[in-house]
């Protein structure tokens, strides 16, 4: 006689209308990785962030999404970088920065520096000159 007391579980094989019914995965080329150098006062501040809560793709969502990087004065490309850090960005922000790039005849590179840069002085984690 079987233990009641335990939960039973039956194992059925998938119909069609079962398999309809399964969300389809998100599709990876919603997301493109980004490979940037961040300029090392960036880079330690964005690091201490981090450790108190989140990710740095997440942080540098928010942040790229938060500034107005047509407008604002981009960083010197004559500060010293650390190694790449790899960065996931949703394809429509990633071709927005793309098309910012061009226009301001500048690198994605340092226009990603410059979103993290305005978006941590705001938070008070840096301070621009």
Do not use: F
Request: hydrophobic share 40%.
């Amino acid at each position: 006689m079987p233990d009641q007391t335990k939960p039973v579980v039956r194992l059925e094989r998938p119909t069609e209308s079962t398999k309809a019914k399964k969300a389809a995965p998100p599709a990876q080329d919603q997301i493109i990785k980004l490979a940037i150098r961040l300029n090392e006062g960036v880079n330690e501040a964005l690091r201490t962030l981090i450790r108190y809560r989140g990710d740095l793709s997440v942080m540098a969502i928010e942040a790229l999404e938060s500034v107005d990087l047509v407008t604002v004065t981009l960083v010197s490309v004559d500060e010293k970088m650390v190694r790449d850090t790899t960065i996931s960005l949703p394809r429509p922000l990633h071709k927005k920065l793309k098309k910012i790039a061009g226009d301001r005849d500048s690198s994605m590179n340092i226009l990603v520096n410059t979103g993290l840069a305005y978006w941590l002085s705001k938070k008070g984690a840096i301070t621009l000159r």
